[in-house]
C-alpha cells in the first residue's frame, strides 16, 4: 500500500506537486522533500517559492545535530541563493555546527548567520573559526547564548586577525571572562572591518574593559561596542572614559546594568567634554545618583555630539533631575534623555515638561514604558 501511495506521488502531475508544496515550510521542502527523487527535485527546483527563496528562518525546529548535517547536504547541493540563514535555538551543538561549517566555508550567498541558542562551545567556535578565514561573504554571526567560553573567543579573535568581511560580532552570554576579552582585543589591534561587537553578560571585568580599551587605541572601524551586565565598575569605567577621549570611531557605548557609581559618571562626563564622536550613551540600571547626575549634566553643558542618554533605574531624584535641566537649557544637540524609574517628584516632572516647551527637539521619558528593549 505505501509503495502504492509514493509511486502515486511520483507521478502526479506537476501543478497539483505546486499545490502540495504551498501547505509545506521551508524546511520540510529543503530536507523532507528533496531527494526523493530525481523527478521531485526537477518540480521543487522550478517551484516558484523556491526559486525565490534567500531567507531561510528555521528558529525552535529541534533539528538537532542530525537535522544540521542534512540541512548542510541540502544547500551544499541546491540551487537557492541564500543571504540569510536563522537557527537560534535547535541545540545542534558542536557536531551539527561543524556540518555547516564545512559548506560554509565556500559558500558565496549567506550574509547573515544566526546560531543563537545552540549549545556550541569552544570546538564548535574554532569550526565557525574556520569559516572566518575562507569565507568571503558573511557579514553578520549571531552567537548569543552559547558557551564558547575563553577560548572559543580565541579562536574567534584569531580569525578575526585575517577577516575582511565580517561586520557584525554577536557574543552575548558566552562566559568569555576578561581572558576571552583579551584575545577579543588583540584581534580588534588587526582587523579593519568590524564595526559592532555585543559582549552583554560575559563576565569580562573591569581587566577586560581594559584589554578593550588598549585596543581602542588603534582601532579605527569599531562604532559599536556593548558591554552590558559585565560587573565594570568605577575603575573599570575610568578605562573606558579615557580611550573616549581619544577615538574617534565609537558612536554607541551601552554599559547598562553594571556597578557604576558617581565617580565613573565623573569619568564619562569629562570624556563626554571631549569626545566629537560619541551618540548614543546607555548607563541604565546602575548607580549614578544625583552627583552622578551633577557630572553628567556638566558634561552635556559643553558636549556637542551625544543625541541620545539613557539613565534609567539610576537612583536619581529631584536634586538630580534639576541639574538636567539647567544643562538642557543650554545643550541643544541631546535629542532623548531617559530618566525612567528614578525617584523624580510630580513637581519636577511638571518643570521638566515645561523644559519640553521651550526645547521642542528634545524628548524626556519619565514614566515606565513596556516592551522598552535596552
Excluded at 53 to 58: F, I, V
Excluded at 165 to 178: A, C, P, Q, V, Y
Excluded at 215 to 225: E, F, I, S, V, Y
Excluded at 241 to 262: D, E, P, V
Aim: aromatic fraction near 4%; hydrophobic fraction near 35%.
Amino acid at each position: 500500500m505505501c509503495d502504492r501511495i509514493i509511486s502515486s506521488i511520483l507521478t502526479l502531475p506537476v501543478e497539483i506537486v505546486y499545490r502540495i508544496l504551498d501547505h509545506l515550510d521551508n524546511f520540510n521542502i529543503l530536507c523532507s522533500i528533496r531527494d526523493v527523487c530525481t523527478r521531485i527535485n526537477t518540480i521543487v527546483d522550478s517551484y516558484h517559492r523556491y526559486q525565490t527563496l534567500t531567507t531561510l528562518d528555521l528558529r525552535y525546529k529541534s533539528i538537532g545535530p542530525q537535522g544540521a548535517q542534512h540541512l548542510a547536504s541540502v544547500l551544499q547541493q541546491s540551487k537557492i541563493t541564500l543571504t540569510m540563514l536563522n537557527l537560534s535555538n535547535n541545540q545542534i551543538g558542536d557536531q551539527g555546527v561543524q556540518c555547516l561549517a564545512n559548506i560554509l566555508q565556500y559558500n558565496k550567498t549567506i550574509t547573515t548567520l544566526n546560531l543563537h541558542y545552540n549549545q556550541i562551545g569552544p570546538q564548535g567556535a574554532e569550526h565557525l573559526a574556520n569559516v572566518l578565514q575562507q569565507n568571503k561573504t558573511l557579514t553578520t554571526l549571531n552567537l548569543h547564548y552559547n558557551q564558547i567560553g575563553p577560548q572559543g573567543a580565541e579562536h574567534l579573535a584569531n580569525a578575526l586577525q585575517q577577516n575582511k568581511i565580517l561586520t557584525i560580532l554577536d557574543l552575548r552570554s558566552n562566559e568569555i571572562g576578561s581572558q576571552g576579552a583579551k584575545h577579543l582585543a588583540n584581534a580588534l589591534e588587526q582587523n579593519k572591518t568590524l564595526i559592532t561587537l555585543d559582549l552583554y553578560n560575559n563576565q569580562i571585568g573591569s581587566q577586560g574593559v581594559k584589554h578593550l580599551t588598549n585596543a581602542l587605541q588603534q582601532n579605527n572601524t569599531l562604532t559599536t561596542l556593548k558591554l552590558a551586565a559585565n560587573q565594570i565598575d568605577d575603575h573599570g569605567v575610568q578605562y573606558l572614559a579615557n580611550a573616549l577621549q581619544q577615538n574617534k570611531t565609537i558612536i554607541t557605548l551601552n554599559i547598562y546594568n553594571n556597578r557604576i557609581g558617581s565617580r565613573g559618571a565623573q569619568h564619562l562626563a569629562n570624556a563626554l567634554q571631549q569626545n566629537k564622536t560619541l551618540t548614543s550613551l546607555n548607563l541604565a540600571s546602575n548607580q549614578i545618583g544625583d552627583q552622578g547626575a551633577e557630572h553628567l549634566a556638566n558634561g552635556l553643558r559643553q558636549n556637542k555630539t551625544l543625541i541620545s542618554l539613557t539613565l534609567m533605574s539610576n537612583q536619581i531624584d529631584d536634586q538630580g533631575a534639576e541639574h538636567f535641566i539647567n544643562a538642557l537649557e543650554q545643550n541643544k544637540t541631546l535629542i532623548t534623555l531617559d530618566l525612567e524609574y528614578n525617584d523624580i517628584s510630580d513637581q519636577e516632572k511638571q518643570r521638566i515638561k515645561e523644559l519640553l516647551c521651550i526645547n521642542h527637539g528634545l524628548t524626556v521619558s519619565l514614566e515606565y514604558k513596556k516592551d522598552k528593549r535596552l
